[in-house]
């Protein structure tokens, strides 16, 4: 079994500290993924990488940076942490979609960083 | 733009009721890929299926069934005979081919009572 593991279950930090939120993933996945979790809000996508040194936005990177330095872990990063940050963050990572698409194939999910900002 | 929409929010249902959650879409992408996931309460998001935009068939495994109607946009999910274990937030996701982004539901909250 796939087995995407994030570092921390629980993490509370200060405004404006410098966060790192880190993903490892075993099963050799080319595409990893770092989403946020809100009540009402669902599934919010920060940012991709389809490669390693490769990083692409997605809805929400306002505020956030990533790292992909080796394949197989993918970090997040709260360069200055703010109250509004307070959230559920979720890695997952899959394989190569079908043809050229990277979002064909089905997300592997860590189980989530709760992360309170105060 | 590409959508999901998924209208409840929660659901109570006593166990061995079976429960439907509605999963409507929006794309303007010929092909597409369409997701379920479930949240139990320890929060790993565990994936359910995936049906791409030209299999309409539905599918059945065990007590969970899919329907997927193109011409209502809609991807719905039924759990036939529910039990305490599917408490959990149930997900609908999109995807569009090529280099479209997924984009997920708010999520419907499922409940079942002993």
């Known amino acids: 079994d796939v087995k995407v593991t994030q570092s921390s279950r629980y993490l509370v930090k200060r405004t404006g500290e410098k966060v790192f939120l880190e993903c490892v993933q075993d099963?050799?996945?080319?595409?990893m993924f770092w989403y946020r979790q809100d009540p009402g809000l669902g599934l919010r996508l920060i940012y991709f990488?389809?490669?390693?040194?490769?990083?692409e936005k997605g809805d929400i990177p306002e505020g956030y940076s990533v790292s992909r330095e080796k394949k197989e872990r993918f970090s997040l990063i709260l360069e200055s942490a703010s109250t509004n940050q307070t959230s559920m963050y979720l890695c997952?990572?899959?394989?190569?979609?079908?043809?050229?698409?990277?979002?064909?194939?089905?997300?592997?999910f860590g189980n989530g960083t709760r992360l309170t900002v105060t | 733009a590409q959508k999901v929409t998924q209208a409840q929010t929660e659901i109570s249902v006593v166990e061995k009721e079976d429960v439907t959650l509605d999963c409507v879409y929006e794309t303007r992408d010929t092909t597409y890929y369409l997701f379920w996931y479930k949240q139990p309460p320890s929060g790993e998001l565990v994936f359910l299926i995936r049906r791409n935009s030209f299999d309409e068939q539905n599918e059945i495994s065990g007590r969970y069934s899919w329907n997927f109607q193109k011409s209502t946009s809609s991807f719905n999910f039924t759990i036939t005979a529910s039990q305490v274990v599917d408490s959990a937030v149930y997900f609908c996701?999109?995807?569009?081919?090529?280099?479209?982004?997924?984009?997920f539901g708010d999520g419907t909250t499922l409940t079942v009572k002993p």
């Open positions: 990488s389809y490669d390693v040194k490769m990083k």
């Open positions: 996701a999109l995807s569009e081919g090529g280099a479209g982004k997924s984009t």
């Open positions: 099963m050799d996945h080319e595409n």
């Open positions: 997952a990572s899959s394989p190569p979609g079908q043809g050229v698409g990277v979002w064909n194939s089905p997300l592997h």
